[in-house]
């Protein structure tokens, strides 16, 4: 029901946009979150929104260079990721939940893409 793409090979401080479509679910009424996992760590919150954009969370290790934002039009979710390090390297997974909250816990989303693989070289 979510699809991640977008991902792919750049050098460090390259900018990459992220993608999140939907099939049968409505993203303007669900909060919305971007998780990442790199090899042999595990899957940490990345940025996220409410339903109404008005709660924005991002983690530290990315403020102030990624960006998440939605196209209710297109049914879409953006990440935007500027001045990328080689630290920023992992599969990035979309995720969906179910009652607009802006969460950084894992567990309190519903939906998950399949991830999209962002990979910095230095």
């Known amino acids: 029901q979510l699809q991640a793409s977008g991902g792919g090979l750049v050098q460090a401080g390259d900018s990459l946009r992220l993608a999140c479509a939907a099939s049968?679910?409505?993203?303007?009424?669900?909060?919305m979150g971007w998780f990442r996992q790199a090899p042999g760590k595990e899957r940490e919150f990345v940025a996220g929104?409410?339903?109404?954009?008005?709660?924005?969370q991002y983690a530290d290790s990315v403020k102030g260079r990624f960006a998440i934002s939605r196209s209710s039009a297109n049914n879409r979710v953006f990440l935007e990721m500027n001045s990328l390090k080689p630290e920023d390297t992992a599969v990035y997974f979309c995720?969906?939940?179910?009652?607009?909250?802006?969460?950084?816990?894992?567990?309190?989303?519903?939906?998950w893409g399949q991830g999209t693989l962002v990979t910095v070289s230095s």
């Open positions: 995720a969906a939940e179910r009652f607009g909250m802006a969460t950084m816990t894992i567990d309190d989303y519903h939906y």
């Open positions: 049968g679910l409505t993203l303007s009424t669900y909060g």
């Open positions: 929104f409410s339903w109404n954009g008005v709660i924005i």
